[in-house]
């Protein structure tokens, strides 16, 4: 590892773009990031993120060198903006190879809670987060693991997006989406690790080998 270099870190990104989509379509721009269920009625929503994947690979070639890191673990910060409505539940984070970014700005092909199914059919469960509310402010952290499309994302420079959907019929999870006037957006926090030289695992392994017999 040439000098200098970290051995394990942790690096993070802002979305850059997120929606809250309920019945009448996108809703609050990129202001708040809510995640409804149906028993909201029209208030029913998802939430859709996206990150720059390039914008992580980049600060991790910095800690580690170009392409020298393997990616350990993913989490998603949210920050609570409640409101009078806020009601804890479960909501479900999936990724999604659908990094459509017509949610900032919809126009006529406006996207409603009922189309969520259909646009996001590709969604893979990384995670079910039960939200309690505790205060505007409070930082949840949601653990997504390894997540590998995630890594995979990242590692090819792409476009990383979550969808967030209900877990029961009655949650009403209020974050606060990137533009919030008070609090960061949603954030991709990624633990990493510096990819071991070639034969630097034998070594180690050699390494004890020759420690316990001189015991």
């Not at 017509?102 to 939200?131: E, H, I, M, R, V």
């Not at 969808?163 to 949603?186: C, I, K, M, Q, R």
């Amino acid at each position: 590892l040439a000098a200098g270099l970290a051995t394990a870190g942790t690096v993070s990104t802002e979305a850059f773009s997120n929606a809250t989509v309920n019945g009448d379509g996108v809703r609050f721009a990129d202001y708040f990031f809510n995640v409804q269920g149906a028993a909201n009625g029209n208030f029913a929503s998802y939430g859709v993120a996206t990150f720059d994947g390039a914008v992580i690979a980049g600060q991790l070639d910095a800690q580690f060198g170009a392409g020298n890191w393997q990616i350990d673990n993913v989490s998603l910060a949210l920050v609570q903006s409640n409101a009078g409505f806020t009601t804890d539940g479960l909501v479900n984070v999936h990724y999604t190879d659908n990094d459509d970014l017509g949610l900032q700005s919809p126009g006529a092909s406006n996207p409603t809670y009922a189309d969520g199914a259909a646009l996001y059919s590709d969604a893979q469960l990384l995670a079910s987060y039960n939200f309690n509310e505790v205060s505007s402010g409070y930082t949840d952290m949601i653990d997504l693991g390894a997540a590998a499309q995630i890594a995979g994302d990242i590692a090819s420079g792409d476009l990383v997006s979550l969808y967030l959907f209900e877990g029961d019929a009655n949650v009403a999870a209020t974050w606060a989406g990137h533009n919030n006037n008070s609090y960061e957006g949603p954030t991709l926090i990624v633990d990493a690790s510096v990819i071991p030289a070639p034969g630097t695992a034998l070594l180690l392994g050699l390494g004890a080998l020759v420690s316990r017999r001189r015991r």
